[in-house]
């Protein structure tokens, strides 16, 4: 079993940046892949980012690339996502997800960990 908890959202100026986390409880996260999805209102999750377990592999939505930086931590049980020249349509609710495989995909249903989620308003 492992929980996940995102921090580090907040609201922010289009141009702007933040850094979320996910920390990570259990005893099998370094083999674990990891991934962030993000959901606006009145729209499906969409992927953002993934990572495997050793960060050899990367992966990210074409809306982020250039702009989103993913990596990991297994020492700390932590995943961690840069945004930086952040967006409006960035504003979102953000997931920190997990699997029980070392590669990652960008498929929502592959993943069977989720976080509670933290939100990121982005303003014009």
């Known amino acids: 079993q492992v929980q996940l908890v995102e921090s580090g959202g907040g609201s922010v100026q289009a141009g702007g940046s933040l850094r979320l986390s996910c920390a990570a409880s259990g005893r099998t996260f370094s083999s674990n892949a990891m991934a962030w999805f993000r959901q606006a209102p009145g729209k499906e999750r969409e992927f953002v980012s993934a990572?495997?377990?050793?960060?050899?592999?990367?992966y990210y939505a074409d809306s982020v690339k250039g702009r989103f930086t993913v990596s990991r931590e297994n020492a700390k049980n932590t995943v961690y996502l840069q945004m930086n020249s952040l967006k409006p349509e960035d504003t979102a609710v953000y997931y920190c997800a997990a699997r029980p495989y070392m590669l990652a995909t960008i498929r929502h249903a592959g993943y069977e960990y989720w976080g509670q989620g933290t939100q990121v308003t982005v303003s014009s």
């Open positions: 990572i495997s377990w050793n960060g050899r592999s990367i």
